[in-house]
């Protein structure tokens, strides 16, 4: 069965720190990427998406994530967070092949120190 | 602005009370998901609707049910909620025509069983 995972379940950083998250994936075949976040008291919202193309993709609020097909990995980065940041921040991928379904990693909890 | 809208945001409801939750969506989508999340944990699918195609997942319990009377619109039916049904519930919306699966989600309904 196809999987998500994301190791880092809470990160606390200091504001300036830079940010990486990592996401891993179990599946074969052609996949969309995406991370979504979910700041306080609000909805999920799409930060970026890969689909094809350049393997560095960039979001909003400064993030980017990097696509390397090799190690079936997405990890989100950013090179210098704000508290606003501090949210929970999800990977999810969509198996091309098989459904056009969402599978969701369990979600990383990033906590920024003002 | 095109969106995804769920009432109502908070639920309050008894042990074994019927609640139904809705949502409806401005974006024309012919996809519409029901998630289950509970704290710090990923978006757990529920059902989703394809068109009128009502897909179910597996490990649903029967407790859950779901009707989309028309496009715009869809109903979460929790026939006896139980303590452990307690979850924020978010409805999210994709169309599987050129847009590569994004979803797009609502705000969610908080849900308490008292």
């Not at chain 1, 200091?14 to 052609?30: F, I, K, P, R, V």
């Not at chain 1, 990427?33 to 919202?45: A, I, K, R």
């Not at chain 2, 989508?29 to 068109?51: C, E, G, I, R, T």
Request: include cysteine; hydrophobic fraction near 35%.
């Amino acid at each position: 069965a196809q999987s998500v995972s994301q190791h880092n379940h809470h990160v606390i950083l200091s504001e300036a720190a830079s940010l990486e998250l990592g996401c891993n994936y179990s599946y074969g075949g052609t996949v969309n990427l995406f991370w979504y976040v979910q700041y306080p008291g609000q909805h999920l919202q799409l930060l970026l998406k890969y689909f094809s193309g350049d393997p560095l993709v960039k979001g909003i609020k400064g993030f980017e994530a990097e696509f390397i097909k090799s190690k079936f990995s997405f990890n989100l980065r950013k090179p210098s967070v704000q508290w606003s940041d501090t949210a929970e921040y999800f990977c999810a991928v969509n198996a091309m092949d098989s459904s056009y379904k969402l599978i969701f990693g369990s979600g990383t909890r990033l906590l920024v120190r003002p | 602005d095109a969106m995804v809208i769920q009432n109502p945001r908070y639920q309050v409801t008894q042990f074994g009370k019927p609640v139904t939750l809705s949502c409806s969506q401005t974006l024309n989508h012919n996809v519409m998901y029901w998630y289950q999340q509970k704290s710090s944990q990923a978006p757990k699918l529920l059902f989703h609707y394809y068109d009128k195609d009502f897909n179910n997942e597996a490990d649903t319990p029967d407790n859950f049910q779901s009707r989309r009377p028309n496009t715009s619109f869809c109903f979460l039916d929790i026939r006896s909620p139980g303590l452990g049904d307690a979850a924020m519930y978010l409805c999210a919306t994709s169309r599987t025509s050129g847009s590569f699966y994004e979803q797009f989600f609502g705000p969610g309904t908080r849900l308490t069983v008292l």
